[in-house]
Nanobody, 126 residues
Framework: QVQLVESGGGLVQAGGSLRLSCAVS?????????VGWFRQTPGKEREFVGV??????YYVDSVKGRFTISGDNIKNTVYLQMNNLKPEDTAVYYC????????????????????WGQGTQVTVSS
């Protein structure tokens, strides 16, 4: 069983930065998993933010150039560094994991992921 625990959310002013962490446990290594980040606001579906799939990263257009995903294989943790935050980035952020994707664009869909964390709130004030 794989377990994911997010941390690092909080309140920040527009233009500020936060780093979210997703600690992966359960006798496995992030090396063999794709770890994605999604976000959700009330009344809306979970939105794909980005993914670390093997050694590749992909991002939704709205965060390109501002968000960066990286992984630490020793700590078995994946990070989402968020810079130049905007009020529209306010959401609950979730990390999710799945065995490495081999089909293009499978990483975009929340239904493609097997394991999910509990979520962490990010609030960006204007």
């Amino acid at each position: 069983q794989v377990q994911l625990v997010e941390s690092g959310g909080g309140l920040v002013q527009a233009g500020g930065s936060l780093r979210l962490s997703c600690a992966v446990s359960g006798r496995t290594s992030i090396y063999y998993y794709a770890v994605g980040w999604f976000r959700q606001t009330p009344g809306k579906e979970r939105e794909f933010v980005g993914v670390l799939n093997w050694n590749d990263t992909y991002y939704v257009d709205s965060v390109k150039g501002r968000f960066t995903i990286s992984g630490d294989n020793i700590k078995n943790t994946v990070y989402l560094q968020m810079n130049n935050l905007k009020p529209e980035d306010t959401a609950v952020y979730y990390c999710a994991a799945s065995p490495v994707f081999t089909n293009s664009y499978d990483y975009l869909a929340a239904t493609s992921y097997v394991y999910w964390g509990q979520g962490t709130q990010v609030t960006v004030s204007s």
